[in-house]
């Protein structure tokens, strides 16, 4: 189909911006379990969505609600037109949530709360802090007065025409983190010992982050560290200038109908200062805020000797023969490694992907928690032992998420996290896998880490009381009683016994994480570490002595102290005090009674964009428009144009129902000019295809091997015919596919990898002409095989081979061209790329291609072009080997072959958005077909 630059710049443009928000955002729910039904309740302000069972929850969010939306308004002036729309879930083993204004105002919360120290352990209620800050979001990003509120009542609700949420991540995670502080209380991240911790590192590392950086979403080191860098930046401008200046600026921004361009003069307008120079005076101000505690602290320091830096916290578990460390550096396949410090050897167990906790007998094996991604949609721990080189599944979708072995060796004791409550679980590992609950935490009673005595009759763990911090508790594994540790108001956490009794644990008594041990029957606490960033996860380890993880300024790094010496000591009575935070709730919403969800009031169209195209073809007209349900399960897309000038209808349809179901319909026009004695004529070709497909029929191994169907159709016919010349009469078919697929994906991805890191990919397809009418008759048989390693760095190689059969009254398979993304295809696939080589170089109904392309990571620029929406990530580059050859039965095989080399930048669009653009060169080595080819593809997640 051929479009004019001006249908790209309406139509496509605005309608992929728009696509991916909209893509970011609006993940399904995941699949009904049995009996499972979806309810709805409102207030003023709110609709809740939520699975019946969670009832209770659901009241206490929506009272939370209403009680923040009470307290943000005075600070934004305005509140929402319509409800927010909020989806309650708890299929993840994780803690998260999100807000988008689009299609409609919606908020995800997902009920499961922080149990480990990661920054968001200052709260008194998950969910209070949760709604606070994703709320904070949807005020921010739904201002929007003056002509942007003309257009929007044009245009619904198109993502250009919401000021703030195209503004960096910075700026709109900086506020919400900013809102949902209160340092009076001793809430929230600003006021924690994380997040000081993380920007005292930064000063310290001498290269405070400028605009450029922060302004893109980036994989630098730390981690989302526009979060902390927003936080900090807006609270600077609120106590430099004041909280009026800041709104002052948010009120002029919503106004501003080009989005980008105009966030300078916003600034100057409210702060007399552009952004350039207010992030200059912010640095000046970081680095005179930290740098004298940092001298005084540098000189001070007590470290333990650096054994392994990585940009995550690494698993640890101690053992007979050395420390056990799941290393996951962001660059390799994670491995289980035993570490020998005192002599120095490092030895590879096993490799296991997304392991969060572990523990070793000595006798028994290594016992593991490990995430899995479940072709439901939903992220859960389950428990793994590996004994003899080889692995058990203890539990299966049970949602374990820490793991202690009792001295019995036979039994387990397992926490998880259920409906938003913690939970205590005998697991025995051999009797067929029994499971006990041996407690159950109330509400807002929250489990963190643990550890078992030696005697097998105690628990010491980490606890989060209402209206309290984190303290040591020790439970009576016989009577089921807590007795309190600890009473202080320090983030106590990662406790675990000593071979004397004593428990050590990390604590930011002084606002600075280090490691402590405390002595249970006198109450004395020694201090072990004197960190500049912090100290976490402390382990001992028989002929080691000490092993932890500190933050440092380019990752954690695992240390070891063989023979700690105490530091300073003091009684853990003398650290008593409170938070006494108050009730979140002072008044109880209005609600509606619940009742059963409908789509319908969400899933109606909320915006429209027109379609616009003019050459001397065609006169373009149309429009186009999406939307999705409160539950993301129902999401579509319609386009519709009108040529005037030759009298045709297009259109583009696509439909999706969670991840089950797609449906694609689309009617294109291409236009193919003859010329004559100077006189130009042109064909009208009107193709027209639709794609049914279903999904995960059947899944198994970890939901790695999928069942897929599908119904493909591809019509074409001449719509208007050439007006002059001998002109070869056009012959059009329809082909009609039925068809089964087998899909096997292991793939693992990498924070520092370009592409795939590692696994494999396999696909089977069956598809028939004979079920339904087709012009074609006859079946088509294709597979693929793309196996990637991982080599040492970031470098892979990936090995792609591929096969099709198909029957000599079936449709034809094309060989040639760059274009990748056609042979991703399940259904309907008929051509393979071949670079080096025009398309359709060779057509046939048999074909074998293969391929090797190397791929290394050359650099990381992560920067943009100030404050203007166009930025650079990542640079790769890969070398390639490309082979093939399409044949008919009665033909002879001519192999073809080409080689080339490319480089891929990511280009960030709109400070959020990842478009990797690939400028490559190929070869190919057929002295009548091979060609020099260069080319340029850009592809993109959305």
């Not at 060779?842 to 929406?869: D, K, M, S």
């Amino acid at each position: 189909m051929t479009r004019t630059l001006l249908a790209l710049s309406i139509a496509g443009i605005l309608t992929a911006g728009s696509m991916a928000a909209f893509a970011v955002h609006a993940e399904p729910v995941a699949w009904d379990q049995h009996d499972e039904v979806w309810l709805t309740q409102q207030t003023e302000h709110f609709k809740l969505n939520f699975r019946q069972g969670h009832e209770a929850q659901a009241n206490r969010a929506l009272d939370i609600a209403e009680q923040v939306h009470s307290e943000l308004k005075p600070f934004f002036g305005k509140a929402p037109a319509t409800r927010t729309e909020i989806v309650l879930v708890d299929e993840y083993d994780f803690s998260n949530g999100w807000a988008t204004p689009l299609p409609f105002a919606q908020i995800r919360l997902i009920m499961s709360p922080p149990e480990d120290v990661n920054s968001l352990e200052n709260n008194d209620e998950w969910m209070h802090m949760l709604i606070r800050h994703e709320y904070a979001h949807i005020m921010h990003m739904e201002m929007g007065e003056g002509a942007v509120k003309v257009f929007r009542s044009i245009f619904g609700r198109n993502p250009f025409l919401f000021p703030h949420a195209l503004t960096p991540s910075f700026l709109v995670e900086g506020l919400a983190v900013y809102l949902e502080t209160n340092k009076d209380l001793g809430y929230g991240r600003l006021q924690g010992s994380h997040y000081a911790m993380e920007m005292r590192m930064e000063v310290a590392s001498g290269d405070v982050k400028d605009l450029s950086e922060v302004a893109v979403a980036t994989r630098k080191w730390p981690s989302g560290y526009y979060y902390l860098y927003g936080a900090y930046f807006i609270e600077y401008l609120s106590n430099t200038y004041g909280e009026d200046k800041l709104q002052a600026f948010l009120q002029n921004y919503s106004r501003k109908l080009l989005p980008y361009f105009l966030l300078q003069s916003s600034a100057k307008k409210a702060f007399g200062k552009d952004f350039d120079t207010l992030w200059s005076d912010f640095q000046t101000y970081l680095n005179d805020k930290y740098d004298n505690d940092l001298t005084q602290m540098v000189d001070q320091a007590v470290s333990g000797k650096a054994l392994l830096t990585a940009p995550f916290l690494q698993v640890t578990a101690s053992s007979p023969n050395g420390l056990l460390v799941d290393v996951n550096n962001g660059e390799d396949r994670n491995v289980i490694t035993q570490i020998n410090g005192s002599e120095g050897e490092w030895k590879t167990l096993s490799r296991e992907k997304n392991i969060i906790a572990m523990d070793c007998d000595a006798n028994n094996g290594l016992v593991v928690s490990r995430l899995n991604t479940y072709a439901d949609g939903r992220v859960l721990a389950d428990l793994y032992l590996y004994q003899d080189e080889q692995w058990t599944r203890l539990t299966e979708r049970e949602r374990f998420r820490k793991v202690r072995w009792l001295n019995d060796g036979r039994h387990v004791i397992a926490s998880r996290k259920q409906d938003g409550l913690s939970e205590l679980w005998f697991v025995d590992t051999k009797a067929e896998h029994e499971k006990k609950r041996v407690w159950l935490g109330g509400s807002d009673v929250v489990l963190g880490a643990f550890d078992i005595s030696a005697d097998g009759q105690s628990l010491v763990a980490s606890i989060k009381r209402p209206h309290q911090g984190w303290n040591l508790e020790l439970f009576d594994l016989e009577t089921k009683v807590w007795k309190k540790l600890t009473d202080s108001k320090a983030v106590e956490n990662s406790p675990t016994f000593l071979p004397d009794g004593k428990v050590m644990y990390s604590a930011d008594y002084d606002g600075v994480y280090n490691i402590y041990s405390l002595d249970l029957n006198a109450g004395e606490v020694d201090q072990l570490t004197q960190e500049v960033g912090g100290a976490f996860e402390p382990t001992w380890q028989e002929g080691s002595g000490l092993m932890y993880q500190s933050y440092d300024s380019d990752g954690y790094t695992l240390r070891e102290i063989d023979q700690p010496r105490v530091l300073s000591g003091f009684d853990i009575k003398a650290k008593q005090a409170h938070f006494d935070y108050p009730e979140p709730v002072q008044q109880i919403a209005e609600k509606s009674e619940p009742e059963a969800y409908s789509p319908w009031s969400s899933l109606r169209p909320r915006t429209w964009l027109p379609i616009l195209s003019a050459d001397d073809q065609q006169s373009i007209v149309g429009i186009s428009t999406d939307g999705a349900d409160a539950l993301g399960r129902h999401q579509y897309q319609v386009s519709a144009s009108w040529d005037s000038e030759n009298s045709l209808a297009a259109y583009n349809i696509v439909y999706q129902y969670d991840n089950r179901w797609l449906l694609q319909l689309e009617r294109d026009h291409a236009f193919s000019t003859f010329t004559q004695s100077g006189k130009e004529t042109y064909r009208i070709e009107q193709n027209d295809s639709a794609l049914l497909q279903r999904s995960h029929i059947y899944h198994a191994f970890d939901d790695q091997l999928s069942l897929n169907a599908g119904l493909y159709l591809d019509t074409s016919r001449e719509e208007q015919a050439p007006k002059f010349g001998a002109i070869a009469p056009y012959s059009g078919k329809e082909e009609t596919l039925t068809g089964l697929a087998l899909t096997f994906d292991n793939r693992e991805a990498y924070l520092n990898v370009p592409g795939i890191g590692w696994g494999h990919y396999v696909d089977f397809v069956v598809e028939t002409n004979e079920l339904l009418n087709s012009d074609y008759n006859g079946e088509k048989y294709q597979g693929q095989w793309s196996s990637t390693w991982d080599l040492p760095g970031r470098t892979t190689a990936t090995l792609r081979l591929a096969g099709g059969y198909a029957d000599d009254e079936a449709k034809a398979f094309r060989l040639g061209g760059y274009d990748l993304g056609e042979e991703k295809a399940l259904f309907g696939r008929d051509t393979q790329a071949l670079r080096g080589y025009d398309e359709s170089v060779q057509v046939g109904h048999r074909y074998a291609t293969q391929r090797l392309n190397v791929t290394t990571w050359l650099g990381r620029v992560e920067r943009n072009w100030g404050l203007y929406p166009v930025g650079v990530g990542d640079v790769s580059g890969s070398v390639f080997v490309d082979s093939g050859a399409i044949w008919d039965r009665t033909q002879s095989r001519k192999q073809l072959t080409s080689v080339g080399a490319a480089l891929t930048v990511e280009a960030k669009i709109g400070y959020s958005f990842t478009l990797p653009v690939t400028l490559g060169y190929a070869h190919g080595f057929d002295d009548k077909l091979g060609k020099d080819k260069v080319y340029i593809s850009v592809t993109s997640s959305f």
